[in-house]
């Protein structure tokens, strides 16, 4: 790398993708060096580091990934598996769920429920266990005699299984940090996600439940009397 190149090669250092591909396309001298897997090494670095824990390029995912193909085609690789909106049998039977009542979004029911490979569930909160099976390609799962949900990929590159009743989030051990999966995936938990018959249960909740503010302003009036 002569003297010319080694100062664009800096100057790329701060580009992104679009913008990188764009150089290549540019300018023939630029085309090989916009290539370089030290500057898609650190696109892919960035990417993955927003993205769920499976994905995030540690020293040992790193050496393992190194020389597989160019950080360029890795970097396209993963974008495009992030897409992916189907999930197969083993990415779901190797997965810890967190799941959710959506009437309880605050409330963590619980954090190891697990489509066993048996083909039953496991780690109901309230100890349930039904047959589970894949259905539509991968985009939909059959829960039992309960309503079938369906599968959607997170902009994390996580999974959630959802029905009109729960809401099954895959889980990092991080997360278990948040109160509630709620407080993560907030887009997953939209009212109008409800049926018609738990959305008239949550009105009634809301309408019957005070706010902690409402109770406090209700207690005032009490101790000004005391």
Same mark, same amino acid.
């Given at each position: 790398?002569?003297?010319?190149?080694?100062?664009?090669?800096?100057?790329?250092?701060?580009?992104?993708?679009?913008?990188?591909?764009?150089?290549?396309?540019?300018?023939?001298?630029?085309?090989?060096?916009?290539?370089?897997?030290?500057?898609?090494?650190?696109?892919?670095?960035?990417?993955?580091?927003?993205?769920?824990?499976?994905?995030?390029?540690?020293?040992?995912?790193?050496?393992?990934?190194?020389?597989? $193909?160019?950080?360029?085609?890795?970097?396209?690789?993963?974008?495009?598996?992030?897409?992916?909106?189907?999930?197969?049998?083993?990415?779901?039977?190797?997965?810890?769920?967190?799941?959710? @009542?959506?009437?309880?979004?605050?409330?963590?029911?619980?954090? %190891?429920?697990?489509?066993? %490979?048996?083909?039953?569930?496991?780690?109901?909160?309230?100890?349930?266990?039904?047959?589970?099976?894949?259905?539509?390609?991968?985009?939909?799962?059959?829960?039992?005699?309960?309503?079938?949900?369906?599968?959607?990929?997170?902009?994390?590159?996580?999974? $959630?299984?959802?029905?009109?009743?729960?809401?099954?989030?895959?889980?990092?051990?991080?997360?278990?940090?948040?109160? %509630?999966?709620?407080?993560?995936?907030?887009?997953?938990?939209?009212?109008?996600?409800?049926?018609?018959?738990?959305?008239?249960?949550? @009105?009634?909740?809301?309408?019957?439940?005070?706010?902690?503010?409402?109770?406090?302003?209700?207690?005032?009036?009490?101790?000004?009397?005391?």
């Amino acid at each position: 790398m002569d003297g010319q190149q080694l100062r664009d090669f800096l100057c790329f250092r701060f580009l992104g993708v679009v913008e990188l591909c764009t150089v290549e396309a540019t300018k023939r001298s630029w085309s090989q060096l916009a290539k370089e897997d030290a500057l898609w090494l650190e696109l892919c670095r960035d990417l993955w580091c927003r993205k769920v824990q499976r994905y995030r390029l540690t020293k040992q995912r790193q050496s393992e990934l190194q020389g597989s $193909a160019s950080w360029k085609e890795l970097y396209r690789q993963h974008l495009e598996d992030g897409r992916r909106v189907c999930i197969t049998q083993q990415e779901l039977t190797e997965t810890v769920w967190d799941f959710t @009542f959506r009437l309880h979004p605050q409330i963590r029911a619980s954090s %190891a429920f697990r489509f066993e %490979a048996s083909g039953n569930v496991g780690g109901h909160p309230n100890g349930l266990t039904y047959q589970w099976f894949l259905s539509a390609d991968g985009s939909r799962v059959e829960l039992g005699q309960f309503p079938q949900a369906k599968v959607l990929r997170r902009k994390d590159w996580g999974w $959630a299984i959802c029905n009109s009743n729960v809401v099954c989030c895959s889980v990092d051990p991080e997360d278990l940090e948040h109160a %509630a999966a709620v407080d993560l995936h907030p887009e997953l938990f939209c009212l109008e996600q409800l049926g018609p018959s738990l959305q008239l249960v949550r @009105f009634l909740m809301q309408l019957t439940v005070p706010s902690p503010s409402e109770r406090s302003d209700r207690s005032e009036p009490n101790r000004r009397r005391r």
